[in-house]
């Protein structure tokens, strides 16, 4: 995959914002600006989710 670490997070959080204002706007029939607004936190969630799982496995590989 990508080899940097901070541009697999940012892609992540890129792709898990557009999903998550995607699914709002089309299911929650809202806005976009009011689904993408939303989106942001669990976008952050997610990126956050998978740096931890990240940096716990490297971790993991160092000890």
Not at 13 to 20: G, P
């Amino acid at each position: 995959m990508l080899k940097h670490r901070r541009m697999r997070i940012l892609l992540v959080l890129l792709v898990s914002w557009a999903a998550t204002a995607g699914v709002q706007k089309f299911r929650g029939e809202l806005p976009w600006s009011t689904a993408a607004s939303q989106a942001v936190l669990w976008a952050g969630l997610v990126a956050f989710v998978w740096w931890f799982a990240e940096w716990t496995q490297v971790q993991r590989r160092r000890t």
